[in-house]
């Protein structure tokens, strides 16, 4: 059973730092897909960071330059530093996966199968 639960959400000013973390259990495949999504009240869900098991990573343009996602396979963990985060920002954000095999998932639509239960992101002017 996959489980992925996400910590490290907080308030912060414009300009400030965060680092989410995704603890991963039940996803043990030799190539995979995972995501950072967000959705901010009356907003769609979208997805911010693409990462895929040979190493590729995609961004969003709102956060290019400013996010970076990682996985540490080791601690088996999906990881999304923040970096001089604006008001914009704010949102509940979600760590995704996609099912067994898949691995066109670097552009367009992201084919995920697991979520986990979200992490507030607010950022103050």
């Known amino acids: 059973q996959v489980q992925l639960v996400e910590s490290g959400g907080d308030s912060v000013q414009a300009g400030g730092s965060l680092r989410l973390s995704c603890s991963i259990s039940g996803y043990t495949y030799r190539t995979y897909c995972m995501a950072w999504f967000r959705q901010a009240p009356g907003k769609e869900r979208d997805v911010v960071a693409r990462f895929r098991s040979d190493g590729s990573t995609n961004y969003a343009d709102s956060v290019k330059g400013r996010f970076t996602i990682s996985k540490d396979n080791a601690k088996n963990t999906l990881y999304l530093q923040m970096n001089s985060l604006k008001p914009e920002d704010t949102a509940m954000y979600y760590c995704?996966?996609?099912?067994?095999?898949?691995?066109?998932?670097?552009?367009?639509?992201?084919?995920?199968?697991?979520w986990g239960q979200g992490t507030q992101v607010t950022v103050s002017s």
């Open positions: 995704a996966a996609a099912r067994s095999g898949v691995t066109s998932c670097i552009a367009g639509l992201f084919p995920a199968s697991y």
